[in-house]
């Protein structure tokens, strides 16, 4: 039996953590058993992230090493795809991953107006004086990340303007089909609507949570791949 180690549910979505749902859905198109524990602190898995999977004595971190884990044990996570769209679905998933998820990742923790909330759902456990040490701390240090990544230099307008690029990239395929590649969800369908999921579901609203609320393609194409993969 498979236990994946995920960051708990909020704001209404599986997991505050885009990854974290992404790897629920990978092991339902594998159609694996496993369970569910929650965790609130990364820092003893691998990498000091989250999500993970436990396997007997065995841990695998992050999503993707989660993808690796279940291809190796034979599981087709792009069921009917052809190489090049499985080539595709690769860049659909980086697209998300290392672009869209910093749009999320701004939105939640360099947004004065969002933080609060954010800092005091993430952070719940620790009582409030600490947690205000704590999350300082915590903020400073990915937001200079974010500045060195670069899209923490962008003006929140200015973030909408790129992001956009890829929501046309998503609706293009979503004209053809129900789901990124055909008829059945893939692994980047998990990818992605775990991280579109995720803006939609910021508690506070902002040009990016509206942006993907208002959006009916977006938002049906969210629900379809949650009630297919959840
Ligand atoms: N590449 C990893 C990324 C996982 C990841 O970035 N998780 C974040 C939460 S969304 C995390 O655990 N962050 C904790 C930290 O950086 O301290 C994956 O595919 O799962």
Redesign the pocket.
């Known amino acids: 039996m498979i236990t994946l180690v995920a960051?708990p549910a909020m704001f209404g979505t599986r997991s505050?953590?885009?990854?974290?749902i992404?790897?629920e859905y990978l092991l339902n198109i594998a159609g694996v058993s496993w369970t569910r524990r929650d965790e609130g602190d990364?820092?003893k898995?691998p990498?000091?992230?989250?999500?993970a999977i436990v396997i007997d004595a065995r841990v695998v971190?992050?999503?993707?090493?989660?993808q690796q884990y279940l291809e190796d044990q034979g599981h087709d996570l792009h069921k009917g795809l052809s190489e090049f769209d499985k080539a595709s679905a690769h860049t659909f998933i980086r697209m998300a991953?290392e672009h869209m998820?910093f749009h999320l990742v701004l939105d939640r923790w360099g947004n004065n107006d969002v933080w609060p909330t954010i800092r005091d759902a993430y952070f719940a456990t620790i009582l409030k004086l600490p947690r205000l040490l704590v999350t300082r701390g915590?903020r400073s240090k990915?937001m200079a990340g974010m500045m060195a990544q670069g899209l923490g230099r962008l003006t929140p307008a200015e973030r909408m303007e790129r992001l956009e690029h890829d929501l046309i990239a998503i609706k293009a395929a979503l004209t053809q089909s129900n789901y990124l590649f055909g008829e059945t969800p893939c692994a980047a369908d998990a990818s992605v609507a775990a991280v579109l999921a995720t803006m939609r579901a910021t508690p506070v609203e902002t040009i990016l949570s509206r942006r993907i609320t208002s959006d009916q393609v977006l938002s049906s194409y969210i629900d379809r791949v949650d009630a297919a993969l959840g």
């Open positions: 960051f505050s953590s885009p990854f974290s992404k790897a990364p820092r898995w990498k000091g992230k989250l999500p971190g992050g999503s993707d090493g989660i991953e998820y915590l990915l």
